[in-house]
């Protein structure tokens, strides 16, 4: 009897020891996230600012993992003098869509169905970097998920994260850099 419940015990811990692994590989699958507007840790050029058209990116993206039913896309400045500020947030991206073309229109709701949520400065859309003073890094982080969000447009990030927590299969981001000085 003790045997028996040995080797139940083994085979278990092995079996789930497995699912831990693959689970893990899953989650650490990095989506690689580029753009032709700027390199990752790069100065953002003027053009993509308040300094400038204030026009979103190009951003685009490889290794979105089998299973994804959805992306999300956040975009935001951790240095800004009163805590992180947002510049962009889009969601219920379609995973077959691989790349956000320059100059995304600030329309609640996108040709392919994606979403827009608000940005810090109230609107939908994108809005660029403005830092009042320094360097400020802008980081354009890339979710994938394992569902379709469904939700209306409009969201704000602590909102968007909310929905998709325990949703994220992958992620990947790149940061560009914008000072006014």
């Known amino acids: 009897m003790k045997n028996a419940i040995s080797i139940s015990l083994i085979i278990f811990c092995i079996i789930f020891s497995s699912n831990q692994c693959k689970n893990k590989s899953l989650m650490s699958k990095e989506i690689i996230v580029k753009s032709k507007s700027f390199i990752d ?3 953002i050029p003027s053009k ?3 300094d400038g058209a204030n026009v979103s ?3 685009s993206w490889e290794n979105i993992p089998e299973g994804t039913k959805s992306l999300a896309l956040i975009c935001d400045d951790p240095d800004a003098p009163m805590g992180t500020f947002v510049h962009w947030v889009l969601y219920d991206i379609p995973p077959m869509i691989k790349e956000l073309p320059e100059n995304i229109l600030p329309e609640k709701i996108l040709p392919s169905g994606a979403k827009h949520g608000v940005n810090d400065f109230r609107k939908y859309g994108y809005g660029g970097p403005c830092p009042p003073s320094g360097t400020h890094r802008y980081y354009f982080k890339l979710y994938a998920l394992d569902t379709m969000l469904n939700l209306e447009p ?3 990030k602590a909102e968007l994260l ?3 927590e325990g949703h994220i299969i992958a992620q990947g981001q790149i940061m560009g850099k914008y000072s006014r000085n």
């Open 48 to 50: 993509y600012t308040c």
């Open 162 to 164: 909310k929905e998709i």
């Open 41 to 43: 840790g790069g100065m």
């Open 57 to 59: 990116p190009q951003i």
């Open 154 to 156: 409009g969201k704000k």
